[in-house]
């Protein structure tokens, strides 16, 4: 059963940083996309940034120039780094991947999910 653990979530003032992780916590074939999503309260999951396998990167308008999202395929973990964080940006933040297990055997996980929260 593949995991994907997040850390690095809390309560930060506005104009500061956060750096949240996720790593796939079981051996992995292959990864393709990595992302970040994020939820606030009476929202709906929204995407924030994603990563492919090829290190091309995509970013929610709101975020360009703030957030960068960063993969390390030999520690199966990826990374957004935020800063310069708003009282807006407050969240659940999700990792997802595109991952194999196996050859043939893919599949969309998620995390269980990190609280980001910014105060003005």
């Known amino acids: 059963q593949v995991q994907l653990v997040e850390s690095g979530g809390g309560l930060v003032q506005s104009g500061g940083s956060l750096r949240l992780s996720c790593v796939a916590s079981?051996?992995?074939?292959?990864?393709?996309?990595m992302g970040w999503y994020r939820q606030a309260p009476g929202k709906q999951r929204e995407l924030v940034a994603s990563?492919?396998?090829?290190?091309?990167?995509n970013y929610a308008d709101s975020v360009k120039g703030r957030f960068t999202i960063s993969r390390d395929d030999s520690k199966k973990t990826v990374y957004l780094e935020m800063n310069s964080l708003k009282p807006e940006d407050t969240a659940v933040y999700y990792c997802?991947?595109?991952?194999?297990?196996?050859?043939?055997?893919?599949?969309?996980?998620w995390g269980q999910g990190t609280q980001v929260t910014v105060s003005s």
């Open positions: 990563i492919s396998n090829g290190y091309i990167t």
């Open positions: 997802n991947a595109d991952l194999t297990v196996s050859p043939g055997m893919g599949n969309t996980y």
């Open positions: 079981t051996r992995i074939f292959s990864i393709y996309t």
